[in-house]
């Protein structure tokens, strides 16, 4: 496995990062012990990062599976834009993963400049958390390129995940072309990136290996944070980034798998989930929610919004 340091900010990571998403409770929903078994095979497998967020569930698995390990890097992410519910975000992820710090922690899916402006304060808290060594460094995620762009210019900010494939998808201000230029100005700035949604929320899966290369390939990038939710996945992914040959055996059983939004017939309609998917791929329809395939991310993260549980990925 191949490691770059993370911007400016001295951490070692792995050119593969476990994404965290899918094994929780807004996709897969493994049980405790299976999903900490899928990140510690990418452990095994020489992946020393993770991803995760408040919202999505999957601490415990994380605190399962690092339990002993003092070199591996874990990120997450919160909503929080106030100074103390962000203060009480960080503590509660160094609580729920077992640890007395957070390696990385940002602001969660910033989709402007002015949502920027107006998480002031909670990126006042990392920057002090930062230096009383809750957290080693703060950062934003972003879907936009709008926020890549200024959050390359803001001190606070050590670190960006911004949404990044070969064909733009989900980039909601632009294109991959435009996300490449600011994440190359990124890391010209001393900023740490690594991205998200290499393969399109798995509208690239078929072309998996040319998707991930590209990305890993475009000047600034540190690693990329790739959703696995078995040890098949986490197996193939490796060796796509070590540049060796998949074995074939598990590209067969990977080969027929795709992802989507199951949206059951108790849907109530209600329109929750359309207002938070940030892909704008989720509208009502004769009293339920519908999805456009093309637009979907499959993120899950409209099952977080949904009172009436009728969402999820399969």
Request: net charge positive.
């Amino acid at each position: 496995m191949e490691y770059r340091v993370l911007g400016n900010t001295g951490l070692l990571v792995s050119r593969l990062c476990f994404g965290a998403l899918t094994i929780g409770p807004l996709q897969a929903k493994l049980p405790l012990q299976s999903g900490a078994a899928v990140i510690r095979a990418a452990l095994d497998a020489g992946v020393n990062f993770i991803d995760t967020a408040e919202l999505y569930g999957t601490y415990p698995y994380i605190k399962a599976a690092i339990r002993g390990a003092t070199d591996v890097i874990v990120a997450s992410k919160s909503y929080a834009y106030t100074y103390d519910d962000m203060r009480r975000s960080v503590e509660e992820a160094c609580r729920a993963i077992g640890r007395d710090y957070i390696d990385i922690f940002l602001l969660h899916e910033q989709p402007s400049r002015l949502t920027l402006k107006g998480h002031a304060d909670a990126l006042a808290y990392l920057t002090d958390a930062k230096r009383q060594g809750t957290i080693r460094a703060a950062g934003v995620s972003t879907h936009t390129v709008e926020v890549a762009r200024a959050a390359a210019e803001m001190a606070a900010v050590d670190v960006i995940h911004p949404l990044f494939n070969r064909r733009g998808v989900g980039i909601m201000d632009g294109t991959a072309e435009d996300m490449a230029a600011a994440v190359a100005a990124a890391a010209a700035a001393g900023k740490g990136v690594y991205t998200m949604k290499a393969l399109g929320g798995g509208h690239l899966i078929k072309d998996a290996a040319a998707a991930l290369s590209w990305v890993l390939a475009s000047p600034g990038v540190c690693s990329v944070a790739v959703g696995m939710q078995s040890t098949d996945e986490v197996a193939y992914n490796c060796a796509l980034v070590k540049g060796t040959s998949p074995d074939r055996e598990i590209a067969g059983r990977l080969a027929g798998r795709t992802r989507r939004l199951l949206i059951e017939d108790w849907c109530a309609g209600c329109g929750r989930c359309a207002d938070k998917c940030p892909a704008g791929a989720l509208r009502l329809r004769d009293g339920r929610i519908a999805v456009d395939p093309a637009k979907c991310l499959c993120c899950g993260y409209c099952g977080a919004h949904c009172p009436e549980f009728c969402l999820k990925i399969i």
